[in-house]
Structures are given as C-alpha cells and as structure tokens.
T-cell receptor, first 109, second 112 residues
C-alpha cells in the first residue's frame, strides 16, 4: 500500500540555525505534498504545500523541495526560532493523503 | 467562516459502550476525512467521505467502526463496543475540492 517515510524522528537545532526534514513516498500517483505543524495538544496546521508541477516553493523562512523522479521531498526551516518547536508531518497523495510519522523539532536556546 | 468543528472535544466511555464523534466541515467544503492519532504518533488515515458517499474507507477497521456524511448535518464517526485500544485523538479535516485539508480541534476518546 501507500507509504510515507519521514526522517529524522527527532531533531534538535540551535536557535538561528536551519532545520531540514526529509520524506519519501511510494505512490507515484501522488500529486500533492503538504507539510503540517502540530503543537502539543493542538490540531495539525498546514504550513506549506507543493504540487507536482513545481520543484520548489518558498514562504518566508520555510521552503519545500520536491523530486518526483526520486519520490522524495523535504522541508527547510531557516533562522529557526523557539516558536518553531513542534511536531512536523509530511504527507503525500491526491484524493487521499498519507502522513509520515512526524518529526519532533526542538529549538535549543 | 467558522473553522472545522468537532464535538465533543473529550469523550469518556466504558468498554462495550458506543462512541459517536461529530464533525462539521467548513462552510462550502464537501470533502471530509477522518484520522486517528495515538500519543506520540502520526496521523493514520481512516476514511474519506463526500456528501452521502464513502469514497475511501481503506483505513477503517473492518468491525465496530463506521462513518457517514449525510446530506444534512455533520459527519459522524461511530465506534461500537469500544475497547481500551480505541483510546486516541480522532481528527477530522475538510477540504473544498481535493488537496488542502483543514483540521478540526479533535476529539480525545478515553476508554475506561
């Protein structure tokens, strides 16, 4: 079945440094790749998404890249801040999206 | 435009009882998805519905679980004869067409 692998499961970075989270997916029919941020006890919130007709998208400190040939995509957060600490989920699909298991990001002071 | 609404936010049931979770999508959204999240884990797809139709229920357990999205009213996720392993957060999400999904606040089910 469809599968999305996400790495690393935990990531600690110094405040101000960059964080990178990587995902791979198995379903070549996937056309939509969103990233969600979930703070403790709260709902997942969409932070950025990319569709398969583009290779890269940027929104202020957040950027996503997509390599459809290799079936992987990644999230880059630059100049990290304490409020970036959360769990981040990648997902891939079309009508139905499959989520990765999440990356717990810790921003160290 | 109110966001996705879910109720109740917290639900406690004893083993063997029924749990009914409700989800009202955002106005204008005709696609509803249900997910289950165990503590410290990811979001597991359960079911995808449109009005009066189940589009994909490949993530639903074969027994005890059912979902509906009637022409009028909220989407309902129903769990019969709950067991302790059903304890989790259940999130619904809605979208206007396909792709971008907006999540509700979740229902936290505790089975005693």
């Amino acid at each position: 079945g469809e599968n999305v692998e996400q790495h690393p499961s935990t990531l600690s970075v110094q405040e101000g440094d960059s964080a990178v989270i990587k995902c791979t997916y198995s379903d070549s029919a996937s056309n939509y790749f969103p990233w969600y941020k979930q703070e403790l006890g709260k709902r997942p919130q969409l932070i950025i998404d990319i569709r398969s007709n583009v290779g890269e998208k940027k929104d202020q400190r957040i950027a996503v890249t997509l390599n459809k040939t290799a079936k992987h995509f990644s999230l880059h957060i630059t100049e990290t801040q304490p409020e970036d600490s959360a769990v981040y989920f990648c997902a891939a699909g079309d009508d139905k999206i499959i989520f990765g298991k999440g990356t717990r990001l810790h921003i160290l002071p | 435009n109110a966001g996705v609404m879910q109720n109740p936010r917290h639900l406690v049931r004893r083993r063997g009882q029924e749990a009914r979770l409700r989800c009202s999508p955002m106005k204008g959204h005709s696609h509803v998805y249900w997910y289950r999240q165990l503590p410290e884990e990811g979001l597991k797809f359960m079911v995808y519905l449109q009005k009066e139709n189940i589009i994909d229920e490949s993530g639903m357990p074969k027994e005890r679980f059912s979902a509906e999205f009637p022409k009028e009213g909220p989407s309902i996720l129903r769990i019969q004869q709950v067991v302790r392993g059903d304890s989790a957060a259940y999130f619904c999400a809605s979208s206007p067409l396909r792709d971008e999904q907006f999540f509700g606040p979740g229902t936290r089910l505790t089975v005693l």
